[in-house]
């Protein structure tokens, strides 16, 4: 077996813990996680998984996900989890389009996945006493060019895509992880994010154990409880999205947790107030990170002191990624499309020629579909997706900076802008905002007004009780502005 596979990355020693299970304070050693791995192995080998087959994962986050997730690689197989919640119309396209061997669950889930699939697909219970029942039988091991892990897209313009990602791929990005945030055998990672997503599995879990650390992965994240599971457990760094940041200081309140050296956010722009937050709350360094599915995760990141971190950029070049600036036609532009190069990215989607040709070019580098551009210092700033890019009469405005304006405001919690179909400048600057005070439409025209040049401020402001995101914190833009707007296709 190569030295670039998932299993390589459980190398910590064997009575050095691996996992904490929160809930039960139950602590999983390196040891005993390789162990449990094998025998999983062994069992689904029995049950007739092998390596090129796709198993999907319905299974909640925490440990028993974790080994299913292993184990199913270490096979050659892909690994191909998806959100417990999703509804039946939603598994019957995953489903069809994975055309998976078999559905790894547990007890209590997958009852719309299963009233979505055909027939004759398997469904095994990960904690059914018939599977654990099961004689392990030997099988082949992975290799670094397997597939370990088949994700999609979050399909925001287009139909979701499949990323297949190599063992050598998500091993290359976790250890860079590692290496950027100096992790060691000491560090006890948090793990807010869902395990159906890159970010949770490879920032907060892969890239911890790479380090020989530890990871406080609970079955189910609750912003409240977070502190105590960290202070118990000697939690040093939290990895999340803005709104789950959000979410946890809200319940931190005035409490510190003792050995928290940083905490990171990636997945969606964190505003200039929410940053100062962090930092003012948590009491550490808060490095705002920047990753996509297509490359195993993170591309760059702020880095730690005595490095800067810079409020508005996602920082500097990951290890071992390359990233360039370009225009249409792929040369170098100060202000462009954000293309990267490096061991993490993924071959190319599955079974999709069209978005293929469109997104590599000149000998592997990926079109990211981000707008950004670099600072004087080296760092990366974004200014949204292109295809969300609003084009009002010719001026290209990102809905960043609509965003940032707004969330300025002292009673504005969330904020969200996108275009909006105009007859005269084919696009005007549309906005959405959830309020935790008093405030109206005109109002906070006004105060964009002064922040903003006009035609940069919105012609319309909607204010919501919640702005929908994807289950990582992801904005959808168009398809808000398209329901708020009754444009929906």
Partial sequence: ????????????????????????????????LRDDVAEIAG?????????????VLIVPSGPRFIRAL???????AAAAPLNPSYTTEEFR????????????????????????????????????????????????????DDVALVLHTSGTTSRPKQVPLLHRNLVANARAIADFYE????????????????????????AALSAGGSVVVPARFVPGRLHRYASDHGVTWISAGPTLHGKILDKLGDARIPALRFVRSCSSALSPEMFKRCEAVYGVPMLEAYGMTEGSHQIASNPLPPGARKVGSVGLPSPGVEIRIV??????????????????????????????????FDDGWFRTGDRGRFDA?????????????????????????????????????????FAIPDERYGEEVGAAVVLSGDSDEQALRSWCGERLAPFKVPKQIFVLDEIPRT???????????????????
């Fill in 93 to 144: 396209f995953y489903l069809d389009d994975l055309a998976p061997r078999l559905v790894l669950t547990q007890e209590g889930e997958a009852g719309d996945a299963r009233r979505a699939a055909p027939e004759d697909l398997r469904f095994v219970q990960i904690d059914d006493p018939e599977f654990e029942s099961v004689r392990p039988a030997s099988a082949e091991l992975s290799d670094r």
């Fill in 377 to 417: 210092d080296g760092y990366l700033v974004l200014e949204g997706r292109l295809k969300e890019l609003i084009i009002r009469g010719g001026e290209n405005i990102s809905p960043f900076e609509i965003e940032a304006a707004l969330s300025a405001h002292p009673v504005v919690d969330d904020a969200v802008a």
């Fill in 327 to 360: 225009d249409e036609n792929g040369a170098d532009a100060e202000l462009g499309e954000v293309a990267i190069r490096g061991p993490g990215l993924t071959p190319g989607y599955v079974a999709n020629p069209d978005a293929n040709a469109s997104s590599f």
């Fill in 1 to 32: 077996m190569s030295s670039s596979t998932l299993i390589d990355l459980l190398g910590g020693a064997d009575d050095a813990t691996a996992l904490i299970e929160p809930e039960g304070g139950r602590r999983v050693s390196f040891g005993e």
């Fill in 183 to 206: 992790l060691d055998a000491g560090d006890v990672s948090f793990c807010a994010m869902p395990l159906f997503h890159v970010h949770g599995l490879v920032a907060s879990i892969l």
């Fill in 471 to 489: 289950p990582t914190g992801k904005l959808q833009r168009a398809r808000i502005g398209q329901k708020l707007t009754g444009d929906a296709e």
């Fill in 70 to 76: 292993l184990a199913t690689a270490s096979l050659g």
């Fill in 43 to 55: 069992r689904l080998a029995a049950v007739g998984v092998g390596r090129g087959d796709r198993v």
